[in-house]
């Protein structure tokens, strides 16, 4: 199931974008562009939200056969925002629960001229399945695939960096936590390596720890101060139990908390301008100290804050390639 869609099967022939399956192959001038779209649909608190009739006539349908609050309530308020017809499948009394394959409710959606299928699913190569058997006019955009990949969070992630460090080439990012399970830190890294990031450190306990194989020029350690001196971003994850079969290899909270959590303290061994990310959802006083989440150098509802601007320049980009059709 776990099937590769190139970059140039994300994008039509002219160039338009037609799936958003992965960041891998997407190159940084397509990045820089679309995190500038992303940057138009950006308001400020209490201004009336961006909107434009770019998707009038389309219908989105959002399909999470995973939990999500940020990404599927972002994915909803963008399409909503751009005037398409949105359906939220519940998956809980959908027919998928008697027995029908995912590929039939997406043929069944597809008879009732869905556009654009948003998916989040717990079985690596699901988007890329869909992607290979829908008709040439529709687009399918990952919401969270497996611990393979959510290119959004990776673009949003991208975004909130962009923002407050203006270039990627001087940074030194750390992701803190279970790398193991995680697609953020998959995407995250995929879009960090694309944009020429310095230099990448991944900080997990034994067990949770990168595969090499993914994280080709990270740096890899268990060692958290050794992760965490001098660098200019720092995104922490919790851990992804939903994901982890053998529970009790795991350490308990007050012992993860001790060795791998967020403190202010331990704040201070990276530079002063850090930023602290996370993608949510959080396990405070876990991964992250309340302190820290909620402190000056924390972008976390920042982070929140563009989801929606490039879930929304991301529908306007797959919208233009139709428009052409
Ligand atoms: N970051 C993220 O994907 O959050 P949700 O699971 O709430 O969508």
């Keep these: 199931m776990d099937q590769e ?4 099967e994300q994008l039509t022939s002219n160039g338009q974008l ?3 399956l992965n960041l891998k192959g997407l190159d940084q001038p397509w990045i820089q562009e679309i995190l500038s779209q992303s940057e138009h649909y950006l308001r400020k608190p209490g201004e009336v939200p961006a909107r434009d009739d770019s998707l009038a006539g389309r219908t989105v349908a959002n399909l999470f056969f995973e939990a999500s609050t940020r990404t599927r309530a972002s994915f909803e308020l963008a399409a ?3 005037s398409a017809d949105v359906l939220n ?10 027995g029908e394959s995912i590929l039939d409710t997406i043929y069944t959606l597809q008879a009732m001229q869905a556009d654009v299928f948003v998916i989040r699913d717990a079985s690596a190569g699901i988007p890329a399945l869909i992607a290979s058997k829908v008709d040439p006019h529709i687009s399918v955009l990952n919401a969270g695939e497996a611990d393979v990949s959510h290119p959004t969070q990776g673009l949003l992630d991208l975004l909130t960096i962009r923002q407050h460090k203006g270039n990627f080439e001087n940074l030194v990012v750390t992701i803190i936590g279970d790398i193991a399970h995680s697609r953020v830190a998959r995407s995250a890294s995929e879009g960090l390596r694309i944009m020429g990031t310095r230099e990448l450190r991944l900080v997990s306990p034994s067990g949770l720890q990168a595969s090499p194989e993914y994280y080709p020029d990270a740096v890899i350690t268990e060692d958290m101060n050794a992760g965490l001196e ?4 720092i995104m922490m994850l919790r851990i ?6 053998e529970k009790t290899s795991l350490m308990t909270d007050h012992e993860y ?6 403190t202010k303290d331990r704040l201070k061994l990276a530079r002063p301008d850090a930023i602290v990310m ?6 405070r006083d876990v991964e992250i100290s309340g302190e820290v989440a909620d402190g000056p150098q924390s972008v976390i509802t920042q982070q929140v804050t563009n989801g929606l601007a490039v879930r929304m320049a991301i529908l306007a980009a797959i919208s233009s390639g139709k428009s052409q059709q």
């Design 230 to 233: 001098g660098a200019d971003v």
């Design 240 to 245: 992804q139990r939903e994901r982890i079969k």
């Design 278 to 283: 996370h993608p949510g959802p959080m396990n």
């Design 18 to 20: 037609r799936h958003l």
């Design 80 to 82: 909503k925002r751009m």
């Design 89 to 98: 499948l519940d998956v809980n009394t959908s027919s998928r629960i008697k």
């Design 257 to 262: 908390r001790k060795r791998y959590g967020l």
């Design 5 to 8: 869609i190139t970059a140039s």
